[in-house]
């Protein structure tokens, strides 16, 4: 968890103000919030730091598999009704690979 935590800081500082925020990344924010484990106390961190990451993902062409990561993330999240939905999506894209 902790080693979670510092990559999406590392991940945040380096996305700050890149790419483009729109809805999706706002979704992928909220659903990784609501089906992560994450304390009450981080709620805030974790969305903005949820949202950058997608941001930057989103609004760059690298074709990492960090980012592409979080591009098809953000697009289970846009689908997804609920957590079950959203954790299925995610297993069968990154099974896909």
Do not use: H, I
């Not at 009450?40 to 997608?54: D, N, P, V, Y």
């Amino acid at each position: 968890m902790k080693q979670l935590a510092a990559l999406l800081v590392v991940s945040f500082l380096l996305a700050s103000g890149c790419g483009a925020r729109d809805d999706t990344c706002k979704d992928y924010a909220a659903m990784e919030w609501k089906c992560g484990d994450f304390p009450e106390s981080e709620k805030a961190m974790t969305l903005k730091l949820a949202e950058g990451m997608c941001a930057e993902a989103r609004g760059s062409n690298k074709k990492d598999d960090f980012s592409e990561m979080f591009r098809r993330d953000a697009e289970c999240a846009r689908k997804a009704k609920d957590c079950a939905a959203y954790t299925a999506c995610k297993d069968a894209t990154s099974d896909s690979e």
